[in-house]
């Protein structure tokens, strides 16, 4: 590797390294309250995700751990401290899982709840 290259590759990393530091994102706990099998409610807490979680991959965490194959949508707890739909239109406007602290009015929980057997939002 030449001396140009070197240097290059130098400035490429420093000015990644500044763009991380000023876009660092909130670590959120993510909190999902379910009825198990017996008729209990639960809460299931994950600081797993992030700003790049998909609802499909919230969906993917949910099927490792249930144990009931029924049907089931979610929603979120919003800002009112009402329970709206949670789809990936949600996810996109309002961005749950980690927002820029510069700028971030999110209290650092997200509020998740499974509601069993709703046609309309099946999983």
Do not use: C
């Not at 001396?3 to 670590?27: C, G, P, V, W």
């Amino acid at each position: 590797m030449g001396k140009k290259e070197r240097i290059e590759n130098k400035d490429s990393s420093s000015f990644l390294k500044e763009r991380r530091e000023r876009h660092t994102y909130l670590k959120m706990q993510t909190s999902i309250e379910y009825t198990d099998l017996s008729g209990r409610i639960r809460i299931k807490n994950t600081p797993s995700f992030n700003h790049n979680t998909t609802l499909a991959d919230v969906h993917q965490w949910i099927s490792k751990w249930r144990k009931n194959p029924g049907n089931y949508y979610l929603v979120i707890k919003d800002p009112y401290e009402q329970y709206v739909d949670f789809d990936d239109e949600y996810i996109e406007d309002f961005k749950p899982f980690g927002t820029e602290e510069s700028s971030s009015t999110t209290r650092g929980l997200v509020q998740l709840k499974i509601i069993e057997d709703n046609s309309k939002y099946t999983v």
